[in-house]
């Protein structure tokens, strides 16, 4: 039974930083990654970035490169997501999320992915 | 292009089927993956791929893509049934990031 277990809520002011934790466990493969998924307050999911448990490939949404930074522990199988320069805007549930690849067919042949297990979500408060 | 565009609200009486699309070039080369979130819960896969169902999704639920756009059909919709839903792919831009679709809220009547 695969679970993500999330770290607890976060206040900070603006301009601070903030680190989420996401522990996995029940699965003992290494072929996927942990994905960072956030979301504002009445609004939609927003993707922000992807690490590879597998090796060193980490991907960010554009609007967040530079600001967030995704590490993996192998030893402990506990994801990391810090985001720095906080303001009032970042205030929003994250989730982390397991994220697999699979091969498509015909006529779209190329892997895709899908993310199947999600943790509970951290909340982040930014305010002065 | 690396949006996704789903229509922001659907409705469907009790017992009918609807419909729930998500357009994007991405769609061409990918398939896409599905979430049903409820209020103040995490998301939940429902569908991914040509037509993958996860364990424990009921079979009222299916997928399938054609051209650009992938979409989610829910038959004899039930009370349950009422929830955002969200599409998501990679993009086809060299950096191969996330998208999400904006979301559409079913509403079930």
């Known amino acids: 039974h695969v679970q993500l277990v999330q770290s607890g809520a976060e206040v900070r002011k603006p301009g601070a930083s903030v680190k989420v934790s996401c522990k996995a466990s029940g699965y003992t493969s290494t072929n996927y990654g942990i994905s960072w998924v956030r979301q504002a307050p009445g609004q939609g999911l927003e993707w922000m970035g992807w690490i590879s448990v597998q090796n060193d490939n980490i991907k960010y949404a554009q609007r967040f490169q530079g600001r967030v930074t995704l590490t993996i522990d192998p030893v402990t199988s506990t994801a990391y997501m810090e985001l720095r320069s906080l303001r009032s805007g970042d205030t929003a549930v994250y989730y982390c999320?397991?994220?697999?690849?699979?091969?498509?067919?015909?006529?779209?042949?190329?892997?895709?992915?899908?993310?199947?297990?999600w943790g509970k979500g951290t909340t982040v408060t930014v305010s002065s | 292009s690396s949006e996704l565009t789903q229509d922001p609200a659907v409705s469907v009486a009790l017992g009918q089927t609807v419909k729930i699309t998500c357009q994007g070039d991405?769609?061409?080369?990918?398939?896409a993956s599905w979430y049903q979130q409820k209020p103040g819960q995490a998301p939940v896969l429902v569908m991914y791929?040509?037509?993958n169902r996860p364990s424990g999704i009921s079979d009222r639920v299916s997928g399938s893509a054609s051209g650009n756009t992938a979409s989610l059909t829910i038959t004899g919709a039930q009370a349950e049934d009422e929830a955002d839903y969200y599409c998501y792919s990679r993009d086809i831009s060299g950096n191969h990031i996330g998208v999400f679709g904006g979301g559409t809220r079913l509403t079930v009547l």
């Open positions: 791929g040509k037509n």
């Open positions: 999320a397991r994220e697999l690849p699979a091969p498509g067919d015909y006529p779209r042949v190329d892997y895709f992915y899908y993310m199947d297990v």
């Open positions: 991405s769609l061409r080369r990918y398939y």
